[in-house]
């Protein structure tokens, strides 16, 4: 059966009456022990007795909260002298942060096997759809290198300057081992794009903060300004490309996303018996494919057995819409084929073959 406890006075002249209550000189207080043996110690502030804690469970408790590494006997740190602590190590992180040199990133793509015949104006457009390209401080020319032989011929490589290191592994991702032109492969196999090495940057991004390009008027604030005046417009360019990247990026996993190639279209037998079928057939993909969304560029190879046609659209969603409709529709007693692009097609065209809209 369980023990019952006696309720315990509450008012200070019941105290003296009560055995279980004595006065303890070294704390000057009251101490009850209770019929368990449990000791209460009396608060006169709230009026209420509370539990007596031993030395021994004192020290248990500490030690449940004690921090490794932290002597609990040390005085706390004066609040002026830790602030004073405080400053001192960012100061010396500061110096730290200064003296390590800035990591060099990589905003360049080097190109190889492209086409004899490509311009500098064609390698804007198909990587400028990938992030802003770059320009030079003074001439405010993309920054796009094209490398020649001894004779002075371009000899297939090129160098693309990003503005931002992000585009790099995009450009790689989406154009590496790829056609340059659809469907045109050169003497030197597929477009291979890889991360540039650094030894192209002849120009910083932002030079040093230097006593003398501080001081205004002297050639070194000059670059310094220009090179920031460059960069603050590059960057509202960016913020312009992020915008409108539906005309710049299109919103595909690749590029060829929204290309659709057309099987079945026509026979060599036809346009062998009559040259002028070729532009009709051309046109009349044109207009039909319109219907999904705006083409951009439509190509008859007419050199393959299977008439095959490939038509690039602006965007994805009109490449697919253009799939789900004319894939195995009836067409000259024929059922055509079409699905989107993956840039390993090789198709064949000769002098007469169709390639509009580019």
């Known amino acids: ?22 006065f303890s000189k070294s704390s000057a207080t009251h101490i009850l022990e209770d019929e368990t043996g449990s000791e209460w110690e009396w608060h006169s502030r709230t009026s ?27 005085p706390a740190m004066d609040p002026g002298r830790k602030r004073k602590a405080v400053g001192e190590e960012m100061e010396t992180a500061k110096k730290q942060k200064a003296e390590k040199p ?12 492209l086409p004899a015949d490509v311009t500098q104006d064609e390698l804007f457009k198909v990587f400028g759809r ?33 503005f931002r290191p992000e585009s790099v592994q995009l450009a790689i991702d989406l154009l590496d081992d790829t056609d340059f032109r659809l469907g045109e492969r ?11 090495d650094q030894n192209y940057k002849v120009q ?21 300004q220009k090179v920031i005046k460059k960069a603050e417009e590059m960057n509202r360019r960016l913020t312009d490309w992020d915008e409108d990247d539906v005309s710049v990026l299109p919103e595909t996993s690749t590029r060829w996303d929204k290309v659709v190639i057309l099987k079945h279209m026509f026979t060599l037998a036809e346009i062998e018996e009559d040259a002028s079928l070729i532009d009709e057939i051309a046109e009349d993909t044109r207009e039909e494919c319109s219907k999904f969304g705006e083409v951009e560029n439509v190509v008859l190879f007419d050199r393959e ?24 529709r009836a067409y000259e007693r024929r059922y055509l084929e079409a699905r989107l692009a993956n840039g390993t097609e090789r198709f064949q065209k000769g002098p007469m073959g169709k390639g509009e809209g580019e």
């Open 48 to 74: 209420k007795w509370v539990p007596l804690m031993d030395e021994a469970l004192a020290e248990q408790q500490r030690a449940a909260y004690r921090v490794e590494g932290v002597d609990d006997e040390e």
């Open 186 to 196: 050169g003497p030197k196999g597929t477009m291979r794009v890889n991360a540039a």
């Open 102 to 113: 800035k990591e060099r990133v990589n905003t360049a793509v080097y190109v190889t096997a």
């Open 1 to 22: 059966m369980a023990s019952t406890r006696n309720p315990f006075p509450t008012m200070l002249e019941d105290f003296d009456d009560d055995p279980r209550v004595s």
């Open 305 to 328: 057995p299977s008439g095959v046609i490939s038509v690039r659209f602006a965007n994805e969603k009109a490449a697919k819409a253009c799939v789900r409709k004319m894939d195995g």
């Open 204 to 224: 910083k991004d932002q030079p040093a903060k230097s006593e003398e390009a501080k001081k205004k008027g002297t050639p070194a604030n000059r670059d310094r």
């Open 130 to 162: 990938f992030g802003v390209i770059a320009e030079g401080i003074d001439d405010n020319l993309p920054r796009i290198k094209m490398y020649t032989n001894d004779e002075g011929n371009f000899n297939g490589d090129a160098l693309i300057v990003y």
